[in-house]
Nanobody
Framework: QVQLLESGGGLVQPGGSLRLSCATSRSIFSINIMGWYRQGPEKERELVATITKNGNANYADSVKGRFTISRDSAKNTVYLQMIRLQPEDTAVYYC?????????????WGQGTQVTVSS
C-alpha cells in the first residue's frame, strides 16, 4: 500500500509554468510505475506522464516538450514540471502509482490538485 499526496496546483496565465509534487509514503524504488494523469472539465481521465522505477519516462503527445517528469529518491517524491501551459491543460491532476507484488498489480491515486490556466 502507498499514500500519495499532491501539491503545487494553482492558477497560472497562458504561457506560464507550474511544478506539481507527489510525495509518497514509501520508497519510490519499491513502486513499479509512478505518474500523472489529468481530468479536464467534462473529459475522461487521461495519461500525462509516467516514470518507471528504472527511470524510463513516457509522455502524452500533447505534453511532449512542455512537461517533464522527474523524481527525488531522497524525498520519495515525483515531480511534474510544466512549462508553456495552455488553457487546454486546465484539469485536476492526479498522482498515480502502480505496485506489483506476488504476481498481483495494485493501482493507487492521490486526491488530485487543480491546475487552471487562464488569463
Amino acid at each position: 500500500q502507498v499514500q500519495l499526496l499532491e501539491s503545487g496546483g494553482g492558477l497560472v496565465q497562458p504561457g506560464g509554468s507550474l511544478r506539481l509534487s507527489c510525495a509518497t509514503s514509501r520508497s519510490i524504488f519499491s513502486i513499479n510505475i509512478m505518474g500523472w494523469y489529468r481530468q479536464g472539465p467534462e473529459k475522461e481521465r487521461e495519461l500525462v506522464a509516467t516514470i518507471t522505477k528504472n527511470g524510463n519516462a513516457n509522455y502524452a503527445d500533447s505534453v511532449k516538450g512542455r512537461f517533464t517528469i522527474s523524481r527525488d529518491s531522497a524525498k520519495n517524491t515525483v515531480y511534474l514540471q510544466m512549462i508553456r501551459l495552455q488553457p487546454e491543460d486546465t484539469a485536476v491532476y492526479y498522482c498515480y502509482a502502480n505496485i506489483r507484488t506476488y504476481g498481483a498489480s495494485y493501482n493507487y491515486w492521490g486526491q488530485g490538485t487543480q491546475v487552471t490556466v487562464s488569463s
